[in-house]
């Protein structure tokens, strides 16, 4: 929707005479004037972070110029505050997780919302709302978003730690929650790789909240923030300088795994790793447990053969978040948990930095090179 392009209704010929005269009738000005004063403030264009390109963090370019996304039907504008800052970006950005050039980065905000349409006024939103969500092309002022995207924010939580729920809150929520298919049960152990920051700070929490026993990894420069986490077991590792991840050959940690658990291995082992800690993962696995990959910090897990299980009859899964919210009952059901643990002082979110919008770059810079103590944004 583009108000700055908008005409007036003026040209009869393009009416039935019977839609002309609901055109000019006072119910439809009225309600056609809201529509148009909720978007008054809605510029064209807009400032947003553009990959033309595929390549380093430098591909990432800020752009004055970008056209403002329409409303569509059952959508809603938001004027973003906070646009969260994943892994998963830096994939679409590389080209790894191929993109249809231009386009603007990102996939987790949160704002005010500025304009409505009439199907999601229906739905009882309204301009003002502040909302958090998820969808493409984040690096920006404004998105369209469709209402079953939405989530309010309650009172009591800042928009900067409900952005960051979004997608590492989510992510975290359905690995400790579901993707483990209920092969872990409360009171056995879960080895969590690089707790010291992001997605598995969040997992180490929500695993002790759902009563699980936790080993954590992490690096020695991110040992305050992971002892805060309440894991019962921290392997501390060396650091690989200019990287996201610890060294994974500094400890023998399947040794470690197996001394906590007496020989019997964990039942569940979820790992945003990747190429580093494959044979980790499933070498600390104890009998029929699961190992949930869902990253790549380390580069892309390599292919291996099925009978690398065959001696625990162990499981391996490679889930994605979409899966894991697929109607909006369960992105509710899974966001009001969130939302009610932060509220109740149950989770510490960590908000690491928030960079201007306009030092796009220097935020994936900061993420891939592993400095990061907590969640990264970019402050719209």
Same mark, same amino acid.
């Given at each position: 929707?583009?108000?700055?392009?908008?005409?007036?209704?003026?040209?009869?010929?393009?009416?039935?005479?019977? +839609?002309?005269?609901?055109?000019?009738?006072?119910?439809?000005?009225?309600?056609?004037?809201?529509?148009?004063?909720?978007?008054?403030?809605?510029?064209?264009?807009?400032?947003?972070?553009?990959?033309?390109?595929?390549?380093?963090?430098?591909?990432?370019?800020?752009?004055?110029?970008?056209?403002?996304?329409?409303?569509?039907?059952?959508?809603?504008?938001?004027?973003?505050?906070?646009?969260?800052?994943? $892994?998963?970006?830096?994939?679409?950005?590389?080209?790894?997780?191929?993109?249809?050039?231009? $386009?603007?980065?990102?996939?987790?905000?949160?704002?005010?919302?500025? +304009?409505?349409?009439?199907?999601?006024?229906?739905?009882?939103?309204?301009?003002?709302?502040?909302?958090?969500?998820?969808?493409?092309?984040?690096?920006?002022?404004?998105?369209?978003?469709?209402?079953?995207?939405?989530?309010?924010?309650?009172?009591?939580?800042?928009?900067?730690?409900?952005?960051?729920?979004?997608?590492?809150?989510?992510?975290?929520?359905?690995?400790?929650?579901?993707?483990?298919?209920?092969?872990?049960?409360?009171?056995?152990?879960?080895?969590?790789?690089?707790?010291?920051?992001?997605?598995?700070?969040?997992?180490?929490?929500?695993?002790?909240?759902?009563?699980?026993?936790?080993?954590?990894?992490?690096?020695?420069?991110?040992?305050?923030?992971?002892?805060?986490?309440?894991?019962?077991?921290?392997?501390?590792?060396?650091?690989?300088?200019?990287?996201?991840?610890?060294?994974?050959?500094?400890?023998?940690?399947?040794?470690?795994?197996?001394?906590?658990?007496?020989?019997?291995?964990?039942?569940?082992?979820?790992?945003?790793?990747?190429?580093?800690?494959?044979?980790?993962?499933?070498?600390?696995?104890?009998?029929?447990?699961?190992?949930?990959? $869902?990253?790549?910090?380390?580069?892309?897990?390599?292919?291996?053969?099925?009978?690398?299980?065959?001696?625990?009859?162990?499981?391996?899964?490679?889930?994605?978040?979409?899966?894991?919210?697929?109607?909006?009952?369960?992105?509710?059901?899974?966001?009001?948990?969130?939302?009610?643990?932060?509220?109740?002082?149950?989770?510490?979110?960590?908000?690491?930095?928030? $960079?201007?919008?306009?030092?796009?770059?220097?935020?994936?810079?900061?993420?891939?090179?592993?400095?990061?103590?907590?969640?990264?944004?970019?402050?719209?």
């Amino acid at each position: 929707y583009s108000p700055r392009k908008e005409q007036p209704i003026n040209q009869k010929v393009m009416l039935s005479r019977a +839609a002309y005269r609901v055109a000019l009738s006072p119910a439809y000005g009225n309600a056609l004037a809201g529509v148009r004063k909720s978007m008054s403030t809605i510029p064209s264009t807009m400032k947003a972070a553009v990959v033309r390109e595929a390549g380093d963090a430098d591909a990432l370019k800020v752009e004055s110029d970008f056209p403002v996304p329409k409303m569509g039907p059952g959508q809603v504008i938001v004027k973003n505050e906070y646009a969260g800052i994943n $892994f998963i970006d830096t994939y679409h950005r590389k080209g790894l997780y191929p993109r249809e050039m231009p $386009f603007v980065g990102g996939q987790e905000g949160g704002g005010v919302v500025a +304009a409505v349409s009439d199907e999601a006024a229906k739905e009882g939103i309204k301009i003002g709302d502040r909302v958090a969500y998820s969808i493409l092309g984040t690096y920006s002022e404004y998105s369209a978003v469709p209402a079953a995207k939405l989530l309010p924010v309650p009172d009591g939580v800042d928009i900067d730690v409900a952005t960051s729920c979004v997608v590492q809150g989510l992510t975290a929520h359905y690995l400790v929650s579901s993707a483990h298919a209920g092969l872990i049960k409360p009171g056995e152990w879960c080895l969590i790789h690089g707790v010291g920051g992001g997605t598995c700070q969040w997992a180490a929490q929500m695993a002790k909240l759902r009563g699980f026993k936790v080993i954590g990894t992490c690096a020695k420069g991110k040992v305050d923030v992971a002892s805060t986490l309440g894991c019962d077991e921290l392997i501390v590792l060396d650091e690989v300088e200019g990287t996201s991840y610890e060294n994974y050959e500094s400890v023998d940690v399947v040794a470690k795994v197996m001394e906590i658990t007496d020989g019997k291995g964990v039942k569940c082992v979820i790992d945003g790793i990747g190429k580093s800690t494959v044979d980790i993962a499933i070498n600390s696995l104890a009998h029929r447990g699961i190992f949930v990959s $869902f990253g790549n910090a380390s580069g892309a897990v390599p292919a291996f053969p099925v009978l690398k299980l065959i001696g625990k009859s162990a499981y391996v899964t490679r889930p994605k978040l979409l899966d894991y919210t697929a109607n909006r009952t369960e992105l509710v059901e899974r966001a009001n948990e969130i939302f009610g643990w932060l509220k109740e002082g149950k989770l510490n979110v960590t908000v690491d930095t928030a $960079f201007p919008l306009e030092e796009a770059a220097e935020g994936h810079k900061y993420l891939e090179a592993g400095k990061s103590k907590g969640k990264v944004l970019y402050k719209i």
